[in-house]
């Protein structure tokens, strides 16, 4: 049967380890984390809030008020033009140019220069005593570069270079910082989607800042005058050098091409074309003329010779064909008569001798045809041949009139180029001469400035939100923080979701009564029936009832990860809610190294469980009778050299026989904690029920992982835990004014089925 139940551990722990991996990977943000620690640590969050209040406060009041006054001025495109020139650059060239141009103007409102000259306008700067600036450092004396390395000698005198002006002049220093007071009031703010720019100034005097923003805008538009003014005064000297320059150039440009059509002998006409261009084009036409007709009579010459019967110079000739008809006839004749007479017959040999004699005049046609064809190529090869010859020779002339005007034509572009340049640069001079003395400016002033009737810093209702806000934020900030270092066990729900056990009591702090000790606590449950405490137990001992199929565990093992966490106290209530139950209870303190239930009780611990193991007395001897009814006790008896090699012994089997026997149907174990010792995992293995107990909010989360990793390496699973010195942020249910002043804590009647143990996680 023990075997049996070792094995049902064994495959529990296996499907613990199995599903370990699951519970571990759960890290998602928890929103209800976030509130519960928001509310557990509400007063320091208060109390950071309200520091950061007075101080955002003490803030405002110790700020010296400062008055701001606001000058509106509109910046157009470009100033009026009276007299237009070049109206295509007026066109508009788009947002982006439109914005570039408005953005240099903004930049200039805060540039130096007009800061510089609004500062001594209105006499802001006002020079004092200058103070002699200190001489700079002597050098070091040997002794002491023996003493300091010199290395950082050369470090201590480039940090000092950082804070130091590097001109050692009193009044230039003090201007430049009077300018960047200046610049650090001044604020220059467009309106957005229109050309309109505040000047915005501020003062700890509201008509100084009127005055200082008004002489702004009157010295922004002088400036801008003055530029412009500048500018073209510049460009009418510019325009006039140039002018000169190019007048120069374009009068030796006219005399070096005169000279140079002179002495190549070139006859400018204008567009017109020249002769030798002209001849050239005459005897090219002629050629390709030439060339047509004698390719014409060359093929009428090829076509003769070749096919001299078909022709067509021989078929149109009129002697030819009369020829051929009376050939024709003739020979027609003649076959006629060749069916009568022999060839050799005299009028038929006649007749043949006219038909050769007609065939000869044919031929002797033909002949003249061709020799007449023949001369007309002729001919018209040897005109081709005297056109392209003079085609050549016409070529040879154009190509050097052509090159004697490349020169030329250089020359003339030159001038044509001098000629528009100097045009360009009069165009320019006269324009700038008219608009040069126009006073138009783009700039103008829609509001002047005035004094400010409030401060507009420092802002009290700003302040004091920021520093509530602020406050908040750290507060909550640092109860996170706070919650995030607590590596302990703070919460009901952190047991199941970290630890995959199911909670089997909520047991609330409860307030030690005058004369009840420490280790006496467990007896309120029998002192105080109807304290929250006893309560709390009596919830618990339920759950354990329902726990199996044949109800509460007939032996139940408590211990927890070290000491001072509750489970001597959680085993003697335990001991005490069944025994009122009446059963009869044996508690047996199995912690023989720290014994505390014989100080509970107020039992001498002279013998006990240590005696019973060691052999040297019996169960029943040792078995003492408590104050509680139902309820017997076995002390843990003077501490033996090795507690581990007694409860490894058959002696703890006995011993749970034999209470059995002696008539206790309920058996609970006062176990020593698990982490250090090996008596605990020792005694779980002959225990078939181990209840852990947790302090809320002291023990760390990695202790319980270790402690639960050595019982899972054992083959061992706890039923479940026990949360100990619990406040209410420590739970979900708040309801604690039911009839004897406690809501259950878990409100479960039967634990949760046993899951998987996380793994270890290191403590912070």
Not at 31 to 44: D, G, S, V
Not at 268 to 283: H, I, P, R
Not at 606 to 621: H, I, N, V
Not at 749 to 761: D, E, K, M, N
């Amino acid at each position: 049967m023990a075997l049996a139940l070792q094995q049902a551990r064994m495959l529990q722990a296996a499907q613990q380890a199995r599903e370990e991996p699951d519970a571990a990977a759960n890290d998602d943000i928890d929103l209800k984390e976030i509130f519960r620690a928001i509310a557990k640590h509400k007063w320091m969050i208060a109390g950071i809030t309200l520091l950061c209040l007075g101080a955002a406060a003490v803030y405002t009041l110790r700020s010296t008020p400062l008055y701001r006054s606001t000058t509106l001025l509109q910046i157009d495109r470009s100033a009026q033009k009276v007299v237009g020139f070049n109206t295509e650059i007026e066109l508009d060239q788009g947002t982006a140019s439109d914005q570039l141009q408005l953005r240099t103007q903004i930049e200039l409102l805060k540039s130096r220069s007009l800061a510089l000259r609004v500062i001594e306008e209105m006499g802001l700067y006002q020079a004092g005593e200058a103070e002699t600036p200190a001489p700079p450092p002597a050098p070091a004396e040997p002794e002491a570069a023996s003493v300091v390395p010199e290395f950082l000698a050369t470090l201590g005198r480039n940090f000092g270079q950082l804070f130091e002006p590097a001109v050692q002049d009193s009044e230039r220093v003090g201007r430049n910082g009077t300018v960047n007071a200046f610049s650090d009031s001044v604020n220059i703010e467009p309106l957005r989607s229109s050309r309109l720019v505040e000047v915005q100034v501020t003062n700890k005097d509201s008509e100084l800042a009127a005055r200082i923003a008004n002489q702004i805008a009157q010295t922004f538009i002088a400036m801008n005058l003055e530029r412009k003014l500048e500018s073209s005064a510049y460009a009418r000297k510019f325009l006039e050098e140039q002018i000169q320059q190019t007048k120069a150039k374009l009068e030796e440009s006219e005399r070096v091409i005169n000279q140079y059509a002179k002495r190549n002998e070139i006859l400018d006409l204008g567009d017109q074309t020249s002769a030798t261009t002209q001849n050239y084009v005459d005897f090219s036409t002629a050629l390709a003329k030439a060339e047509q007709d004698r390719i014409k009579a060359e093929a009428q010459y090829e076509e003769v010779r070749s096919r001299p019967e078909s022709a067509p110079r021989v078929l149109d000739n009129l002697a030819i064909q009369a020829y051929k008809e009376q050939r024709a006839k003739l020979e027609a004749e003649y076959a006629r008569n060749l069916t009568v007479f022999k060839p050799n017959f005299p009028a038929m040999q006649q007749a043949k001798s006219q038909i050769d004699e007609l065939q000869r005049r044919i031929d002797a046609e033909v002949e003249t045809i061709l020799a007449s064809i023949k001369g007309q190529y002729e001919s018209a090869k040897k005109q081709e041949a005297l056109l392209r010859a003079r085609v050549g020779a016409s070529r040879e002339a154009v190509q050097t009139v052509q090159d004697r005007s490349v020169d030329l034509n250089l020359l003339k572009r030159e001038l044509d180029t001098n000629r528009q340049v100097y045009d360009s640069l009069l165009q320019r001079l006269r324009e700038v001469s008219v608009t040069g003395g126009l006073n138009t400016n783009n700039i103008s002033v829609v509001d002047p400035a005035e004094p400010s009737l409030l401060p507009v810093r420092p802002r009290p209702v700003i302040n004091l939100s920021v520093g509530l806000m602020l406050g908040l934020l750290v507060g909550v900030l640092a109860a996170i923080l706070r919650e995030q270092m607590d590596d302990s066990v703070k919460h009901e729900d952190e047991v199941e979701r970290l630890f995959a056990l199911p909670m089997l009591g909520w047991i609330p702090v409860t307030r030690r009564p005058r004369g009840v000790s420490v280790e006496s606590m467990g007896l309120l449950a029998h002192l105080e029936p109807r304290s929250s405490f006893s309560e709390a137990y009596r919830s618990m001992r339920t759950t354990l009832q329902f726990s199996t199929a044949d109800g509460a565990p007939r032996h139940l093992l408590i211990t927890s990860c070290g000491k001072d966490e509750g489970k001597t106290t959680t085993a003697l209530a335990l001991a005490v809610n069944f025994a009122q139950l009446g059963e009869q209870v044996l508690l047996i303190d199995a912690d023989m190294r720290l014994a505390s239930v014989h100080k509970a009780l107020g039992l001498p611990n002279d013998r006990g469980l240590s005696t019973l193991l060691a052999g040297e007395a019996a169960a029943k001897d040792l078995i003492l009778k408590t104050v509680v009814p139902n309820l017997g006790v076995l002390l843990a008896g003077p501490t033996p050299t090795d507690p581990v090699e007694l409860l490894m012994g058959p002696g703890l089997r006995k011993l749970l026989d034999e209470a059995q026997a002696l008539g206790f149907s309920q058996v609970i174990i006062d176990g020593p904690p698990l982490l250090g010792i090996a008596d605990a995992v020792v005694l779980g293995n002959q225990v078939q029920h181990i209840v852990f107990t947790v302090k809320a909010a002291s023990t760390k989360k990695k202790r319980i992982k270790d402690a639960l990793r050595r019982l899972r390496n054992a083959g061992l699973a706890p039923m479940g835990v026990v949360l100990t010195h619990a406040r209410t942020e420590h739970t979900n249910n708040e309801s604690f004014e039911s009839y004897y002043g406690y809501g259950q804590a878990t409100g479960r009647t039967a634990p949760a089925p046993l899951g998987a143990v996380p793994a270890a996680r290191t403590a912070p």
